[in-house]
Each structure stands twice: as C-alpha cells, then as structure tokens.
C-alpha cells in the first residue's frame, strides 16, 4: 500500500513536471533531484509562504542569503570535521554501502566530540540487498563533501560545501549583531543549500545529497532559553499543520533520548511526519545552548557575545534552532494531498493542496480551440489574470480531460469562457476541490480569486 502510492506520487512528480531525476539521460544521478516547472513554483511558494510566516510577519527576525562555500576552520569549530559521522557497513559481496544502525537488530552510539561509533549490539549480518555475509566491521564515514578553491594547481584550499545550512548564520550574528540595531531577543533566518554524502539513500526526496533547509536561529539569553525553546516548537508545529496542511494525526513530536542527543544541546525535538507507515524527521527544533557562537568564537579569536543594556550585562547568546528540510515539507505535501477520487465511475486523481502553495492558481479555457472569437476572449482573460496570480493557458482535448489535468497539479480554479461570455462577459469559474462551478462576471474575477486565496 505505502509502496503504491510512493510509486504513484513518484510518477505523477515525474509525468506532470514536479520532480525529474537529475542528468537522467545519461541514467540519472543517484539520489539528486531537479525541480521541474511545477516543483519549481510549489518549491518557490512554500519558501515564500515561510519567509513570509517566520520574517515579514514577525518584528524581531531578520533573513540572510549565505554563500555556500566558507571558511573551512568553520566547518573544524563545529566539529563537522571529525563527528559528522554515520556509522558504514560494506558487504564484501556486491559492494554495497549500509548505514549500520539501519541494519535490523544493530545498536550503535555515537561519541559526539570523535564522531566514533561504538557498537551496543550486533545484529544481523545478511547485507539487505544480496543476501551475501556482511563483515561486521562498522567504519565512521563523514558526510561532508569537499572541494577545492583557487587557481594555482597545488595551492588550492580545501574547503566543504555545507554540510548544514546553518552555520554562516553563526558566523553573521557579529555583523548583524552590529548593523541592524539587534535587541535580544532576535533571530536570523535562512534558506539555504545543504550537501551531505548520505550513506542511505532512496525514498525519493526524503534523503537527498544536495537539499535545501529552512533554519530560524533564535538568540536569547541563557535564562529565557526554556521560555522561548516552547513557543519555537508551538510556532514550528503550527507551520506544517496550519500552513503547509499536514493532518494532526500525521504529525507528532518526538524528543532525542540521552544518547541521542548532542552533548550541548539543553533540550532537542523532532517534529516527525507518518509519509507512509512510519514517523519520519520534517525538523528538529533544539536548544543549542551558547555552543555554536562559543565554537565559532574560540576558532575564530573573535567574541560573539551581546550587551544588554538594561541589566548592564555581557554574555553570550544561546540559541534555539528551528532546522527543517524544504524537500521533505515538499514531499510531505505530495503525500498529504494526493487523493483518487471516483467520479462518475471514472477515477480522477486531485492534488489537495492550499491554494496559497498551489503552483498554478488559475487555469484559463476557451471551451473549444477552434472558434476565433473564443479564443481571443478567452486571450484577454489569461492576460487579465497573469499578471495577478500564475495562470495556465490550457486549449488541448475537451473540458474534461483538461479539469483532469488541473486537478493533478492542483489548480484550485479553472476559468472557462464559453458563448455566454461573449454575451454577458461572465465566465465560470470551477473549484477544484467541490467540482461545483460557479459565473463569474470578468470585473470581478480578479477580486472573486483573490478573496479566495485569503
Ligand atoms: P535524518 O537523520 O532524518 O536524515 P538529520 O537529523 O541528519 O536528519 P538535521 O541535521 O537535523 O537532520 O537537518 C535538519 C533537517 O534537514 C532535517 O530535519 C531534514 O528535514 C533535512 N535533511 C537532513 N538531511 C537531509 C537529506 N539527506 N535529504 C533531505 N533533507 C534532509
């Protein structure tokens, strides 16, 4: 079942232009992924609606665009140079690679400073895809990918792509600190590129190596940390319930036990989705405590602290992150709003997606393709609408199957200009959801749709 309809959002991805493997036609790249037209707007509006909901929205955030490539001692004070580890099994047979944890019955603990996995509990020993005999001989295989800069041959520098979006946020809370007259307590938002060398891979969009993440970095001061740690998880929940339309009981939190989490953090959750059968990491929203600006500050001799004024007090910022991927919110949304649905015998298959997130918003039709004076009314329609909401001209097959189409990117409105529109300038406007259609008078399209977004 849960087989199935991955394989049907994957196809529909695929067919209708969300999602294409990247560089397929020399046989694809494993586990990278592009953004076809569709997914590109659907990526675009849950960025913006994010944007939205955790900057424009708010008086104390800022929003950054941090370079991908910096300096590589950032990457040594975060300690991703040595622990951001998972622990690797290889079958001897086919070559494979395993994460070990991930291997039935195998117990493992990681020291967070070394990146060292120590082995709890040896479990099974049958490589999961040829069934050959596993050596059970766990390796710590870093996930950061490196690359070179410069253009002397023999004197370039090493540097990583990053491995978490995150870390230039650290690294610009001086400036921003000293430019934008903070008051703590701020955050700083992001957006960002994130490259990991994943052992395990599959499932689609969910564990990808070049991905995008959506970080808040909250500083407060160390005494307000558990205040602010609670409405975080409230504001971080509530996004992909309320705004990305994720059902409750699909939703739950889950906290790191002991082992689990990182030695700094005071505290740490992740906000888990059910994608099929079982709860899967969407974010983690932790209570780093002052850890990254100390890290960043001993490496780079600088002092990454805050003044208060009011209680004439120095000290250093703790931080609450809020780091979640957009690729699996985007998945997550597929999952959610994919429905097949019987109507009059015939099976249509409808993506449920909030109109706001939708990547078209309105589809135009001349009922049929070959009558002139349809089409040009129908012309003036589409380009009444463009300039307002993302609008699909749509001429090819007849009404029905063109609904169809709509309905599997989501399009909550389709706007169809028939004769009677050349006779009293209304249109009907049919809604996505409850099938019904409604006349609308072209004046007032715009406004009708608008209010609807809303
Ligand atoms: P997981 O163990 O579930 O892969 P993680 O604990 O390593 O995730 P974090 O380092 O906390 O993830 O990264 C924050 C968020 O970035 C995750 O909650 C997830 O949404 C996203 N993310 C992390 N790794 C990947 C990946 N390989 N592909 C897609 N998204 C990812």
Redesign the pocket.
């Known amino acids: 079942m849960a087989d199935d309809l991955m394989e049907k959002i994957v196809s529909l991805c695929k067919r209708r232009g969300f999602v294409y493997p990247s560089s397929e036609i020399y046989g694809g790249f494993a586990n990278v992924y592009d953004f076809g037209p569709l997914g590109s707007l659907l990526a675009k509006n849950i960025r913006d609606l994010w944007i939205k909901k955790m900057v424009q929205e708010r008086e104390d955030m800022f929003l950054i665009d941090g370079s991908i490539l910096m300096h590589p001692k950032a990457w040594e004070a975060s300690g991703h140079t040595t622990a951001f580890t998972d622990p690797l099994i290889q079958c001897p047979v086919c070559k494979k690679r395993f994460r070990a944890d991930k291997i039935e019955g195998w117990e493992l603990k990681k020291n967070n400073l070394t990146g060292q996995w120590e082995v709890l509990k040896q479990g099974s020993l049958v490589c999961p895809d040829c069934q050959g005999n596993l050596i059970p001989v766990v390796k710590e295989f870093n996930l950061l990918m490196a690359t070179e800069v410069g253009s002397v041959t023999g004197e370039k520098t090493k540097v990583y792509l990053k491995g978490?979006s995150c870390q230039n946020i650290y690294l610009d809370f001086l400036p921003i600190r000293d430019t934008m007259a903070v008051k703590i307590p701020f955050g700083i938002a992001q957006i960002g590129k994130?490259f990991?060398n994943?052992i395990t891979l599959g499932k689609f969009?969910?564990?990808?190596?070049e991905?995008e993440?959506m970080d808040v970095e909250y500083f407060c001061a160390p005494e307000e940390s558990d205040k602010f740690y609670e409405e975080w998880k409230k504001i971080r929940f509530n996004w992909y319930l309320e705004e990305i339309g994720l059902s409750k009981e699909r939703l739950r939190w889950r906290q790191h036990s002991p082992e689990e989490r990182i030695f700094y953090a005071k505290d740490a959750w992740?906000i888990e989705y059910k994608f099929f059968d079982e709860f899967?990491?969407?974010?983690?929203v932790h209570n780093r405590s002052d850890y990254d600006l100390k890290q960043q500050g001993k490496f780079s001799g600088k002092t990454l602290n805050y003044f208060d004024p009011i209680n004439k007090k120095r000290f250093i910022p703790y931080i609450i992150e809020c780091?979640?991927?957009l690729?699996?919110s985007f998945f997550a949304l597929l999952v959610e709003s994919y429905r097949e649905e019987m109507v009059k015998s015939e099976k249509r298959i409808v993506l449920k997606i909030k109109p706001v997130l939708a990547p078209y918003k309105t589809a135009v039709f001349p009922l049929v393709a070959n009558k002139q004076e349809l089409i040009e009314k129908a012309k003036k329609v589409f380009n009444l609408l463009k300039p307002e909401f993302m609008t699909m001209w749509d001429d090819i097959g007849n009404i029905g199957k063109r609904y169809r189409r709509q309905d599997e990117i989501g399009t909550p409105w389709c706007v169809t200009i028939d004769y009677q529109t050349l006779e009293d300038d209304t249109v009907t406007v049919r809604d996505r959801d409850t099938m019904k259609q409604e006349r609308v008078n072209t004046k007032n399209l715009i406004q009708y749709i608008q209010e609807k977004l809303r």
Do not use: I, M, N, T
Request: charged share 45%; glycine share 14%; hydrophobic share 25%.
């Open positions: 978490e994130a990991r994943e969009l969910f564990k990808v190596r991905f993440q992740d899967e990491e969407l974010e983690g780091s979640g991927g690729q699996r």
